[in-house]
Structures are given as structure tokens and as C-alpha cells.
Nanobody, 120 residues
């Protein structure tokens, strides 16, 4: 199973970006998908998650500014980021909890990370 993230870049404070992450490979089902971020010198932290059935969870710093969504048919998760702040600068990683085909066991997978830089 591979996760391919895209959409990062440089944006001014107050601007918007949309991240995408597509999962591919031996997938029977994806139970949940999410975004995490890691700023320089800090630990990786949760940004937002979404279940297969559309239930969402957001970290407090991004509530009201970020929106997570997914397209189950495409095994893709999105993160719409609005009103970006300097503190949102980080490498953003997508995550998926996958039920693998053939074995039907679950496993967590991570994308390669995409850099979001917000200039003040």
C-alpha cells in the first residue's frame, strides 16, 4: 500500500492551500484517513482525521480553518486549509488505516510528507 501526498507549497499568511493524498495497492477497505504535521523541532501532531463513514475530528488549533474530506471511491483524502497562519508551517503527512486485501488484516500507512510554508 502506498500513500502519495501532494499540494504543499509556499503561501502568505491568510491564504489557502489544498492537500491531497491518494492511497493505492492491496486495499480492501480504508477505515480512517488523516493528516498529521511536524514543525521544525517539534513532535508530529494530529491535524484532522476522517472515518470511512465521514466522521471527522480536528485539532483545536485548526478548527474552523481546516476542512478534511475524502472520496472513498478514489481512496483519497483532502485537507482544505484556509486562513493559514505562520504557525501552520510544517511538513504534513497523510495517514491511512487500511484493511488489506487477501489477508484482511489492518495496518497503518504514512505518506511521504508535503511541506507547507506560510510566510508572515
Amino acid at each position: 500500500v502506498q500513500l502519495q501526498a501532494s499540494g504543499g507549497g509556499l503561501v502568505q499568511a491568510g491564504g489557502s492551500l489544498r492537500l491531497s493524498c491518494a492511497a493505492s495497492g492491496s486495499i480492501f477497505s480504508i477505515m480512517s484517513m488523516g493528516w498529521y504535521r511536524q514543525a521544525p523541532g517539534k513532535q508530529r501532531e494530529l491535524v484532522a482525521t476522517i472515518t470511512k463513514f465521514g466522521s471527522t475530528n480536528y485539532a483545536d488549533p485548526v478548527k474552523g480553518r481546516f476542512t478534511i474530506s475524502r472520496d472513498n471511491a478514489k481512496n483519497t483524502v483532502y485537507l482544505q486549509m484556509n486562513s493559514l497562519k505562520f504557525d501552520d508551517t510544517a511538513v504534513y503527512y497523510c495517514n491511512a488505516r487500511v484493511i488489506r486485501s487477501v489477508t484482511y488484516d489492518s495496518a497503518d500507512y504514512w505518506g511521504q510528507g508535503t511541506l507547507v510554508t506560510v510566510s508572515s
